[in-house]
DNA sequence: AGCAGTATTGCAATCGATTGCAATACTGCT
DNA sequence: AGCAGTATTGCAATCGATTGCAATACTGCT
């Protein structure tokens, strides 16, 4: 079945309404918008031939007027692997939360994913006019493109961690104190070789790293390896695991820099003949909404999504209004299941 | 730390390059779109000018001179639960490939969560003229809304299931066949006493109901239960087979309509004592990234949602240059593993 | 030098909505 | 009737980029 296009016919413009109401379209224009400058009897006219006319204002030449975009820019930066999309359903959560809340102030999602450089970001979205303020998802290992970008714009707002250096505002989880909330339980639990599974040039995962290396330190203990670069993928975690378990390295506990890396890790280590928690306890970070479902429950440390899409949203909307914006940390609980 | 916002100095136009080059801004324009009227020396000229003031051209200008949006609209259609937006590994991958499309097409998305009434798609993306066409994912339980968009305007795709009364243009998986392809599969793994757990209000799902059903019948079989009103969630499936178990419902193969009420569906089986796949097999759909990982490892049917992501981005556009367009439906297969 | 013919450039309008200011219409009063 | 004062409305410019058409500049020729 073939769908045959016609020809849009671009709609009703103020102009149209003018002429049939037999006005200047300076009052059609504050007639719509309800200004009491013009007689009521005219604005209920005018506002019944727009609605009968099914008048719809044209945005990107109110925006140009107004000189403003009502649009907020989203960037995933997460980097691809193998070509393809990064995906988590902590994002697909973060990205429902960001859109939901921007709905409430009116305003517009632009989406951009990794796809586009990060030295394109501001030419593509603020030079451009075509958004009021940009939210990132993700400091990357470098932050030095959001640096920059803060410089060209003022409405940056990252979610991440906080960086000495940074120049933009950062809303972001408790990382350091989730990964000290993992560990301390590791510990109550008896672990004693312990292991880390993630990336520590993202600033996030060195958070929650350094909770996990001073809880360990609080007993006594040190980390068995640590530097264990892991993306944040299932295959990942399932890879690292498998060719230290090969190595013959011997731990008892893994504390995930997310729940993809743990349920990696677990198939790993149920692989090689290792029961979880029985032989090696673990626990992820996210706490994605497949944690509890997982095989064992997933123990994690719950990130507070919505309202992190939330504030984030709100951050950026001060920053547009020409606020000043403080960075805020959102406070991060430890789910104990039985993963551990 | 405060982040205190400078004003933004609104960025260079072309009449601030034409100022420094002292010509009109009708040859900077043409200078910077390479017109070949203008002399390549002025050209050049005006190029260094223009990159050494970081010009970067107003979209919203150009595009309401040029009558167009040069943006896609992309519409998650999927209804909430619990006021928790709708979570899906599927539409983070759905998404993602549709952005990279998009961007090959140097098209950018604007993305409207399901938090937009049906009722104001049409107001809010096209009549504004934000978007030159829509992306809708999921028809819903009722493709009113869809039909009417398609009315009004002249590109909308959707991704769902071919209906006979749609006057829109339909990208979507073979869910027939992957219905077939699970349920034979199931019966040649020696099940008899089936299950379909999904919401077959949903045109996609009522497809993937018919070709299990089919399935049945070309075996002389029929299906136990099956207008399981589930949504797409894990607790969903969950809920459900506790109940049917509960009720002492007696069944050895589940045909579970998504991966993640595939998933729910095995914690409740598990809860209640039965093994997977040996008292009961099931097979899920969509094969999630984390199907291969979940234990015991998922049984599902694959959709091909980055070819499909493609192929709905070639649809929208070409409909925008006002070609004429043909739904499309995308194979699917079955990938066996562990659960069945 | 003068002219036709081409090469370059600029004028002015346009896309739609908004708004400061001026113009007009109306009101109520003496 | 005439006037001050208020209530309504419209003119014209503006946001920034683009483009048809006209104007100007230049080229090469006799």
Redesign the interface.
Known sequence: ????????P??TSIADIARRAGVSSSTVSRALNNNPAINITTREKIQAIAREL?Y??????R??RL?R?HTIA?I?NAEKVDG??????F???M???I??EL?EHQY??????S??KPQDWC?HL?????ADGVIVIGQGRNDEPLRKL?QE???VVAWGARLDNA???IVGSDNYLGGQLATRHLIKRGCTRMLFLGDVEHPEIERRFHGYFDALAEQGLSSREHHVQSAF??ESG?QHVIELLTKGLDFDGIFAASD?IA??AI?AL?EKGLRVPLDVAVVGFDDI??AP???PPLTSVRQNV?LGGKILVQKVMA?VK??????EIIKTELVVRSSS
Chains 1, 2 share one sequence.
């Open positions: 079945m073939a769908t045959t296009p016609r020809k849009n671009t709609g099914n719809k204002v044209n945005t990107g030449a925006n140009l000189q975009s989203l995933i393809q999309t990064f995906s988590d359903p994002m697909m959560d990205i429902g939360a859109a939901d709905n517009s999602l632009l989406y951009s994913s796809a586009i030419s603020l030079s451009s006019q075509r803060q714009s003022n409405a120049n933009y505002c993928s299932i399932y993809n349920m990696g198939n149920r909404p497949i479902y997982f095989n919505h920053m020409g606020q000043s914006v403080t960075s």
